[in-house]
């Protein structure tokens, strides 16, 4: 089935009304399976393969490290940026296409205002044990509103792969484990809401993310960053 026809406006406000926006209401995140389909969603796993293969994919920087803590011992992803508009991302960006349709639409009902997003972060867990501690996206309001993330690992055993992504949803007495099988979209709000960790990975897993920004959040945090820095400057001009 044509993409096309596969994500009309009509199926993709259904999605929208029926699965997205009820579950990051009711439970604060949602996955859906067979979103790209099998060519669109292979054509995605071929570029980022190649991605990786020509050495694109750089290890992931610390937003915080205490001294002496390997990076890998935190994180052992290895990313790189890409907007979907650089040759070779042609697939890319039909997924980043679909996101934001998708994101809109649910936005608009729940009434969130989504101003903009990130660029996509392109992620390999290269295996031996690699993996991402438990964090929370968005810990101090810098605006980041709902974290999309695209998986991309075909035949993945979680008993032999592991690598699954445990969510540790606020107040609940459950944890969601979501396994990063090919052509699954999860998303997630990006706050307090969802810390979450990924297991170590034994076999490669791809993913790719996307962060949507909430447009007062994010003033907020711009307005609050240059009182911080006029404070700083002003400081040091004394
Ligand atoms: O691959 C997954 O299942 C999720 C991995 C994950 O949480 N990645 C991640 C990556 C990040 C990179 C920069 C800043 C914050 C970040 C937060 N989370
Ligand atoms: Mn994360």
Not at 140 to 159: E, H, P, Q, V
Request: charged share 25%; glycine share 8%; aromatic share 8%.
């Amino acid at each position: 089935m044509p993409l096309s026809e596969r994500w009309s406006d009509a199926a993709l406000e259904r999605v929208v009304q029926q699965r997205i926006v009820p579950a990051l209401s009711a439970q604060g995140f949602c996955w859906l399976d067979g979103v790209l389909g099998e060519a669109t969603g292979g054509a995605v796993l071929e570029q980022v393969r190649r991605m990786h293969a020509s050495g694109a994919l750089k290890g992931g920087q610390l937003m915080r490290s205490a001294p002496g803590v390997k990076r890998s011992a935190v994180r052992g992803d290895q990313i790189a940026w890409v907007c979907g508009e650089e040759r070779g991302c042609e697939a890319v960006n039909v997924l980043l296409q679909l996101i934001d349709r998708l994101v809109s639409s649910a936005a608009k009902r729940l009434d969130k205002g989504i101003s903009h997003r990130s660029k996509a972060m392109v992620a390999c867990y290269p295996g031996g044990g690699a993996g991402y501690v438990k964090h929370v996206d968005n810990p101090n309001s810098d605006g980041r509103c709902i974290t999309c993330i695209y998986y991309l690992n075909k035949n993945w055993n979680a008993n032999d792969d592991g690598g699954v992504l445990r969510i540790f949803p606020e107040g609940k007495p459950y944890v969601a484990d979501i396994e990063p099988l090919f052509d699954r979209l999860l998303l997630f709000w990006s706050d307090r809401r969802n810390p979450h960790e990924v297991q170590p990975s034994y076999a490669t897993r791809y993913a790719i993310t996307v962060w949507y920004f909430d447009s007062q959040e994010r003033a907020e945090a711009k307005r609050r960053c240059r009182e911080r820095t006029d404070s700083e400057n002003s400081n040091s001009s004394e």
